[in-house]
């Protein structure tokens, strides 16, 4: 099971694996507070879609589809030699929701609990499950 938490929400037992998916460390909560067992900035929104966003420059409906295009192209490109490094989170993921028994939590730093970066991602791994 996938779940998604404020990461300023206090950790829980249920929480299973606690994985940040933001791209900047959220203020405020320290490393040993935040409880977190992976930080995966790379499957994160790309600085210029996450600054567009905060800036209400566009609404959540154009973030998300720009956003899931973002992750369509992160996945494809991992076996890319442009980008080695790239699936590593995705395919983490993936293989902790096969292998790890736990639940996950995917901890974003927005205070809109429905419309955020970590909905959204949440959306695309079932899709691509």
Known sequence: MINIKRIY??????????????????????????????WFKDIAPSNELRKLFHAAA?????????????????????NSSVKPESGNSLAEISRLL??????ITLLYGLKDEINNNAAVLREFILKSA
């Open 9 to 38: 929400d206090e950790p829980s037992d249920e929480d299973g694996i606690r994985i940040l998916v933001d791209r900047l460390w959220p203020r405020g909560v320290s490393f040993d507070k935040a409880g977190i067992n992976f």
């Open 58 to 78: 566009i609404d959540f409906n154009e973030f998300k589809e720009r956003y899931l295009k973002e992750l369509s192209e992160y996945s494809g490109s991992r």
């Open 98 to 103: 096969k292998t790890g028994g736990k639940n």
